[in-house]
């Protein structure tokens, strides 16, 4: 069913009765000739840009659980391109490109918001600091403005301006930075892979990956063998776990990450803020609670929820940067599962195993990058090799001292 | 999160930093770069127990070697440090 609000008003007027289920619920067939493992954000994205741009609709999409239950519902929803690498800018520049076109393409409401995102700066080194990052991106095409401390006050109120110990000096702003709904995300692509003939298979675990003579040639599942001529590993949180059932020692820890929600206020931010003297970034959500996250816990975890240590240092930041938001209760709290690799930016490459393909390592930014990580991961499932947009995320960077340090903080703790 | 600390008994997590998996043997300095690849870059990660080095650095001050499940986060052992080099 196309969704417009042709179909809305006809559903409204018949007691919505008619709606049918988003995408199908099929039995696994016997072979395909593409299986993504990972039914997130990326994995449902890799399988719709495999259907839309490459004709391979043969594909499965295994998931462990259901759609939305994994890390595309566990981020704080932060769309943006502000990178500063020639290996990033470009890429994260593509996905914000994609984010813009997404509901018309997967003719879904992502509710796509670009209300800006603002670094703020606490220091003259800091400043110049975001001056040359914004200047990298605006040489890459991307939209960038240096705010001077009255623009900051004037956009933001309630900021904490005139701090002794970090007074905000000023901020990168980009406009078409933003906001999306991580679950809208999740179901849009889900829906939009399945109208073109993926198969998506949810509460089915991958339990094996087979290999022949150096070359994959399925996996095995919870509900039975699933051949495929290629597999591509999209299971971020448990990426290594995956990539060990095919032989792979891979550069990453599992971390987890929290995020936590406060009650709905009326309107006060109308943009993404991120501190820069602390780990802390928050926005508002269209329901009014105020989203916001910080660090890693800092130790190796599966378990989807963190310890209260850091819960306390990201409210600790929260009222260091807006003094008013003592005021408030927070309301829920959650735990995802980061796969954190070693440089801090990601994987999307072929393996040493014929077939096998791997996307990983998204560390604390995998939201934002889900369609171009699903374009480029298609891609290189596709053709075999990577695009020029993913060409600095090799899985062999790590050897070869290519490694891709944007922040430079990955798996090691003391470093964030 | 509470590491049952050898020297000052049970303490919450905030008293201690953390270092990561406590497994790795560093190699010698003329080593090839597969082996210092493998000590910098490469994790067994599992989902399970794992023994890794925690500082008491808001406490006694002593290197632990901590065996925790990174499913639940219980602490199944914890020995000084120390013990494990000697």
Redesign the interface.
């Known amino acids: 069913m196309h969704y417009s609000v042709f179909s809305l008003l006809r559903n409204a007027l018949s007691g919505n009765r008619s709606w049918t289920p988003a995408w199908r619920d099929p039995e696994p067939k016997p072979a395909y000739d593409t299986v993504i493992v990972g039914g997130g954000g990326h994995g449902l994205a890799t399988a719709y840009y495999l259907a839309k741009e490459h004709g391979i609709t043969d594909v499965a999409v295994v998931e462990k659980g259901y759609i939305g239950s994994g890390n595309v519902g566990r981020n704080t929803t932060i769309i943006r391109s502000n990178y500063l690498l020639p290996a990033n800018t470009p890429f994260y520049e593509k996905s914000l490109q994609l984010w813009e076109g997404l509901e018309q393409d997967i003719n879904y409401n992502a509710m796509v918001s670009q209300r800006g995102v603002l670094n703020l700066c606490h220091s003259d080194a800091q400043r110049d600091a975001y001056a040359r990052r914004g200047n990298a991106m605006q040489l890459a095409g991307v939209d960038a403005e240096l705010l001077d401390a009255a623009q900051v006050r004037a956009m933001v109120p309630g900021l904490d301006m005139d701090n002794a110990r970090f007074p905000v000096k000023g901020g990168l702003l980009q406009r078409r930075g933003g906001t999306v709904r991580h679950d809208a995300v999740a179901w849009g692509y889900a829906r939009a892979a399945d109208r073109r003939g993926v198969d998506i298979l949810q509460n089915t675990e991958v339990t094996g990956i087979l290999v022949e003579g150096g070359r994959v040639t399925g996996v095995e599942t919870t509900r039975g063998t699933i051949r495929a001529k290629r597999v591509g590993l999209a299971a971020a949180g ?1 990426s ?2 995956v990539a060990a059932m095919a032989g792979l ?6 971390h987890v990450l929290q995020a936590f929600v406060s009650e709905a206020v009326k309107p006060l931010i109308h943009t993404v803020v991120t501190f820069g003297a602390g780990h802390f970034y928050v926005s508002q959500s269209d329901k009014g609670g105020l989203v916001f996250g910080g660090d890693i816990d ?6 989807q929820r963190g ?3 850091v819960v ?1 240092d990201v409210m600790e930041s929260a009222v260091a940067l807006f003094p008013a938001f003592s005021r408030l209760r927070y309301l829920r709290q959650w735990g995802g599962i980061m796969d954190m690799s ?1 440089d801090g930016s990601p994987i999307i490459d072929r393996t040493p195993v014929d077939g096998l393909f791997l996307n990983c390592g998204w560390c604390y930014g995998g939201f934002k990058a889900t369609p171009a990580s699903g374009w480029c991961f298609a891609h290189t499932i596709a053709t075999g090799a990577p695009h020029a947009l993913n060409a600095g995320f090799r899985l062999d960077r ?2 070869t001292g290519r490694v891709v340090d944007e922040k430079g903080a990955g ?4 470093l964030h | 999160m509470r590491i049952p600390c050898p020297f000052c008994g049970d303490r919450g997590n905030e008293e201690f930093t953390v270092l990561g998996a406590a497994g790795l043997a560093r190699p010698a300095p003329e080593a090839d770069d597969a082996a210092w690849h493998d000590y910098v870059h490469l994790r067994d990660n599992p989902a399970g127990a794992h023994r890794e080095l925690w500082h008491h650095v808001f406490g006694c001050r002593a290197w632990l070697v901590v065996e925790r499940d990174t499913r639940t986060h219980a602490v199944l052992s914890v020995t000084p440090a120390k013990e494990r080099a000697a």
């Open positions: 448990n290594s776990r020692r891979l550069p990453i820890e599992s800092g130790y190796n975890s599966y378990a310890s209260l240590p306390e070693m790590f050897a798996a090691q703790p003391n």
